[in-house]
């Protein structure tokens, strides 16, 4: 079924669920790796659309709208049910659109069951430590979605481009040997591999923006006074690094896409489509741990009749 197909079938707002989660199903699947041995960077497309063209946007917002509201079901089961966990993590170049992906797929998600962290540079406390300590503090309760907005694959990243970062991480140095990064490969498919039999399911987003568009977004922040605030000159330094970094993100999902936590390599030349491609994961994700409201026994429904005649009899 082609983009447009998929997205057709957004368009009735009294779709039921299971349709609805089916459509999410095969819009997100062509963006899943689960099995990165053959994985190349190269045969992705950071501006495929499925066929779909800018007269189909409000379509594709209709769609995201109904995901929300889809998502915001979910959410409430999850939370209720007090089983699983669910990781969303984000990693991505600059400017490739994380913070609004996640704003606008989130909108409808209720706050007390969500926690966004955003990881920054690691502070003297965080190196003090392994690599893994200040992401593993704030893993998701069960029965809530956490969010990383970057995460511990920035020590396969950032650190591997920039090796003097490692140096910083006060690593005995018989232990930084060559094999080091398929050392932390190995490390966190370890970790995910614990989480996910411990019903911490982790899934994991590649915004995949071009070259061409990153230009284009850092001279947009640049000119409009509204976006200046976003413009770092850090940021225009890495995109000197820009090769060296697409190497990093093609080996890091190589060797960490897997069937309990796979990577999803999301085309975001186009943020409208990001963002349908990235609901449709999320609510498939949620969908596949078959969430359902705990189902209430005999005497908890009698005290729930007893409650309720008393407060039909009371002023």
Same mark, same amino acid.
């Given at each position: ?222 000119? +409009?006074?509204? *976006?200046?605030? &976003?413009?770092?000159? %850090?940021?225009? @330094? ?8 697409? /190497? ?43 969430? +359902?409201?705990? *189902?209430?026994? &005999?005497?908890?429904? %009698?005290?729930? @009749? ?8 009371? /002023?």
């Amino acid at each position: 079924m082609s983009g447009n197909e998929n997205l057709r079938g957004y368009k009735s707002t009294t779709m039921k669920s299971k349709d609805l989660i089916k459509r999410a199903r095969r819009f997100a699947a062509p963006y899943r790796i689960s099995n990165g041995a053959k994985f190349r960077l190269k045969d992705n497309d950071p501006s495929d659309t499925q066929g779909l063209q800018s007269e189909d946007k409000p379509r594709a917002k209709e769609a995201l709208s109904l995901g929300v509201q889809a998502l915001a079901e979910l959410q409430d089961k999850l939370y209720a049910q007090d089983k699983w966990g669910v990781l969303f993590i984000f990693q991505a170049m600059d400017a490739a659109g994380k913070d609004g992906a996640i704003k606008h797929v989130m909108s409808g998600i209720n706050p007390q069951g969500c926690q966004v962290y955003s990881f920054k540079s690691p502070s003297a406390e965080d190196l003090d430590h392994d690599y893994l300590w200040r992401c593993m503090k704030c893993l998701p309760n069960r029965g809530h979605i956490g969010i990383f907005n970057r995460s511990y694959y920035e020590e396969t990243l950032v650190v591997r481009v920039h090796p003097e970062f490692l140096g910083k991480q006060k690593i005995p140095p018989s232990l930084v040997t060559k094999k080091i990064w398929d050392e932390r490969f190995q490390d966190i498919r370890s970790f995910e591999r614990y989480l996910s039999r411990n019903g911490i399911v982790v899934v994991k987003f590649f915004l995949h923006v071009s070259k061409g568009e990153q230009k284009k977004r850092f001279l947009d922040r640049a000119n +409009a006074p509204d *976006k200046n605030w &976003k413009f770092s000159a %850090a940021d225009m @330094a890495e995109r000197g690094f820009w090769d060296d970094y697409q /190497k990093a993100y093609e080996d890091m999902i190589r060797n960490t896409a897997t069937k309990e936590s796979p990577w999803y390599v999301v085309p975001a030349d186009n943020k409208w489509f990001t963002r349908v491609v990235v609901a449709a994961a999320v609510i498939d994700t949620l969908a596949g741990l078959n969430l +359902a409201y705990p *189902k209430v026994d &005999k005497a908890k429904l %009698a005290e729930i @009749a007893s409650a309720r005649k008393a407060l039909m009899g009371s /002023k």
